[in-house]
């Protein structure tokens, strides 16, 4: 019996991949563009048509390592939305007061439709935008929690009680355990795979 030849003997190394941006379709670029800028701080990077009576396209971005972490185009026809949770781009912040200084700013701005999530490896505000875009705002918890999941997030109250009332429903729960275990554990994981084709 002759043996198979391994495809993926000489297959290339699967490359890392990182999201980079996104792209949305808008009926009111001006209106977008006040809303992401004046309630969640992006900066436009660049605006214009790419050719005569072609889509306007404005760039916007917080990184400056990124030119552009979201680009809006007109003329294009915004779909449908589905659920929030299930149809949204989300954000990550870097502490629980910027998640309440977001849910402040939203307030302000008059979004009335926030839902505040515990996801037990992350605390997350979900929105629309002006357009009806999902949007999630979140910060990262010191968990790893399987997924999904999902409870009522009370961000009055203060860190330590959040963290507590999140181990305090998860702990027991047989994946819950230190978010940077699971991240090493994955990484292993990653770098035994980026081999195979």
């Known amino acids: ?66 030119h552009h972490q979201i680009v809006f185009i007109t ?19 870097g502490s629980l007061d910027d998640l309440r200084a977001i849910g402040a700013r939203l307030a302000e701005a008059g979004v009335d439709d926030v839902i505040p999530i515990s996801h037990g490896n992350a605390w997350s505000l979900y929105f629309t935008d002006p357009e009806g875009n999902g949007l999630e705002c979140f910060v990262d918890s010191p968990f790893h929690v399987a997924q999904p999941y999902a409870a009522g997030l009370d961000l009055d109250r203060d860190d330590a009680e959040i963290e507590a009332t999140t181990r305090e429903a998860l702990g027991d729960e047989p994946d819950f355990q230190p978010l940077d275990t699971w991240q090493d554990a994955f990484a292993e994981r990653l770098a035994a795979g980026a081999g195979e084709g």
């Not at 003329?75 to 912040?93: C, I, K, N, S, Y």
């Open 1 to 66: 019996m002759n043996a198979q030849p391994d495809p993926t003997a000489d297959a290339p190394a699967r490359p890392r991949l990182t999201l980079a941006h996104t792209t949305v379709a808008v009926r009111d670029l001006d209106t977008m563009l006040d809303f992401y800028g004046r309630v969640l701080g992006f900066q436009v990077t660049d605006r214009g048509s790419p050719a005569p009576d072609a889509p306007e396209m404005a760039f916007i971005s917080q990184d400056p390592a990124n």
């Open 75 to 93: 003329g294009e026809q915004p779909p449908d939305h589905a659920f929030v949770m299930a149809d949204h781009l989300a954000f990550r912040t």
